[in-house]
């Protein structure tokens, strides 16, 4: 399987140090402490990532390749407090140009803890890949924090906000703690990564 063979390839402080620009690349966006990395984790069955209590663990774009021209790309958290308000600012714009820029980029999957979905960060976030038409995948993670029904209520609201703005996304459950929800996620990077 594709996904269980990813390796990590390196962490790029901005854009200029990415890997070359070219095949497939799907990147993980999210909160601080929304469980980005923990996912991805979870996805390959590694431990590539680095996880952390402490928000705002990972500073760097990390890039991880599957094969010769496929990546998964784990980015910056966004929204954490404590950072101060320039190194805010410049992650939030390289945030932005990576987005807008990188063509190797096909699909992006958006983190969101489901007991605090769509922040004023997660729209702007949707918006910046809207503008660029990318394919969306909008996780609601830690779903092992709320019992079946509310868990359920929450996808529905979310599946609800999205289509009132015209966002076309796909919305799913996830947990990395219960391994939760990975199918799904395979199914749809196959579809970005064209496998
Ligand atoms: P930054 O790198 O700081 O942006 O954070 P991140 O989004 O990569 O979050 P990370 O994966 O490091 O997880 C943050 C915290 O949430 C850690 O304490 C994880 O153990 C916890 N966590 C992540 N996924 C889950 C989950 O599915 N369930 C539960 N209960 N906790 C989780
Ligand atoms: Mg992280």
């Given at each position: 399987q594709l996904y269980a063979q990813a390796q990590y390839l390196l962490s790029a402080p901005s854009?200029?140090?990415?890997?070359?620009?070219?095949?497939?690349?799907?990147?993980?966006?999210?909160?601080?402490?929304?469980?980005?990395?923990?996912?991805?984790?979870?996805?390959?069955?590694?431990?590539?990532?680095?996880?952390?209590?402490?928000?705002?663990?990972?500073?760097?774009?990390?890039?991880?390749?599957l094969d010769e021209q496929r990546r998964l790309v784990d980015l910056p958290?966004?929204?954490?407090?404590?950072?101060?308000e320039a190194m805010r600012r410049q992650w939030g714009?390289?945030?932005?140009?990576?987005?807008?820029?990188r063509q190797a980029l096909r699909g992006f999957v958006l983190l969101m803890d489901i007991r605090h979905p769509l922040t004023d960060y997660d729209w702007q976030l949707i918006?910046?890949?809207?503008?660029?038409?990318?394919?969306?995948?909008?996780?609601?993670?830690k779903s092992d924090k709320l019992k079946r029904g509310p868990a359920k209520n929450q996808l529905l609201a979310v599946q609800q906000q999205l289509e009132e703005e015209g966002i076309a996304a796909q919305v799913a459950l996830f947990s990395s703690l219960k391994s939760e929800g990975c199918a799904p996620v395979w199914r749809w990077l196959d579809q970005q990564l064209e496998v």
């Open positions: 854009l200029k140090e990415c890997p070359e620009d070219t095949g497939w690349e799907v990147a993980f966006a999210g909160r601080s402490n929304a469980g980005k990395s923990s996912a991805l984790n979870c996805l390959t069955s590694a431990r590539l990532a680095r996880t952390s209590k402490t928000p705002g663990r990972t500073q760097l774009i990390n890039f991880f390749s958290g966004y929204g954490y407090a404590k950072v101060p714009e390289q945030l932005g140009r990576y987005i807008l820029e918006q910046v890949a809207h503008q660029r038409d990318l394919c969306l995948l909008v996780l609601l993670t």
